[in-house]
T-cell receptor
Framework: GENVEQHPSTLSVQEGDSAVIKCTYS??????FPWYKQELGKGPQLIID?????GEKKDQRIAVTLNKTAKHFSLHITETQPEDSAVYFC???????????FGGGTRVLVKP | DAGVIQSPRHEVTEMGQEVTLRCKPI?????LFWYRQTMMRGLELLIY????????DSGMPEDRFSAKMPNASFSTLKIQPSEPRDSAVYFC?????????????FGPGTRLLVL
C-alpha cells in the first residue's frame, strides 16, 4: 500500500521567515495530494491541495509543489505569522474513492 | 453547511464500559471515515464507508471496535468493552463524489479518556 513520509517532525521559525515541509510517497499511482492544518483541540482542516497534472499551486502565502518523477511534494509558507503555528499533515491518494494516506505530521512553531 | 458533526465532544468512562461515538457527515457526501489520533501513532484510519457500505476496516484495532452506518446521515463507532489504551481523539470525516469534488472534511473530534 501507499506510504507517506513527512519531514521535519518539528519546525521552529521566526515570524516573517518561510517554512517548508516535505513529503515523499511510495505509490506512483497516487494523483491527489492535500495538506491539512490542525490547530490545538480542533480537527484537521484542508488548506491546499494539488493534483498530479499540476506542478505547483499557490494560495496567498501558501504554495505546494509536486515532483511526480521523484515522488515528493512540499508545502511552502511565506511570511509566517504566529497564527500559522499548528500541526501540518500531508496526504496522498490514488483514484477518487480510495482512502487518504497521511504523513506523520509537522509541528510548526512561529516565534514572534 | 454545519460541517461534519460529532458527539459527544468529550467522553470520560471507566474501563470495561461501552462507548458510542456519533457522526453526522456533510449532507450529500457519500464517503465517511473514522480516524483515531494519538501522540504515539499519529492519525490512523480505522474504517471507511462508501454509500453506507464498509469498504475497508483493516484499521480497526480489534473486535472490541465496531462501526455502523445505517443511513447516509449517521454513523457510529462503538468500543465494547473499552480499555485505557483506547484513550485518544476520534475523528469522523466525510467526502463527496464526482468530478473534482474530492475534498475530505474532518469533524471537530471526540476526545475519549478511559480510566
Amino acid at each position: 500500500g501507499e506510504n507517506v513520509e513527512q519531514h521535519p517532525s518539528t519546525l521552529s521559525v521566526q515570524e516573517g521567515d518561510s517554512a517548508v515541509i516535505k513529503c515523499t510517497y511510495s505509490d506512483s499511482a497516487s494523483n491527489y495530494f492535500p495538506w491539512y492544518k490542525q490547530e490545538l483541540g480542533k480537527g484537521p482542516q484542508l488548506i491546499i491541495d494539488i493534483r498530479s497534472n499540476v506542478g505547483e499551486k499557490k494560495d496567498q502565502r501558501i504554495a505546494v509543489t509536486l515532483n511526480k518523477t521523484a515522488k515528493h511534494f512540499s508545502l511552502h509558507i511565506t511570511e509566517t505569522q504566529p497564527e500559522d503555528s499548528a500541526v501540518y499533515f500531508c496526504a496522498a491518494r490514488k483514484a477518487a474513492g480510495n482512502k487518504l494516506t497521511f504523513g506523520g505530521g509537522t509541528r510548526v512553531l512561529v516565534k514572534p | 453547511d454545519a460541517g461534519v458533526i460529532q458527539s459527544p465532544r468529550h467522553e470520560v468512562t471507566e474501563m470495561g464500559q461501552e462507548v458510542t461515538l456519533r457522526c453526522k457527515p456533510i449532507s450529500g457526501h457519500n464517503s465517511l471515515f473514522w480516524y483515531r489520533q494519538t501522540m504515539m501513532r499519529g492519525l490512523e484510519l480505522l474504517i471507511y464507508f462508501n454509500n453506507n457500505v464498509p469498504i475497508d476496516d483493516s484499521g480497526m484495532p480489534e473486535d472490541r471496535f465496531s462501526a455502523k452506518m445505517p443511513n447516509a446521515s449517521f454513523s457510529t463507532l462503538k468500543i465494547q468493552p473499552s480499555e485505557p489504551r483506547d484513550s485518544a481523539v476520534y475523528f469522523c470525516a466525510s467526502r463527496g463524489s464526482g468530478g473534482a469534488v474530492v475534498t475530505q472534511y474532518f469533524g471537530p473530534g471526540t476526545r475519549l479518556l478511559v480510566l
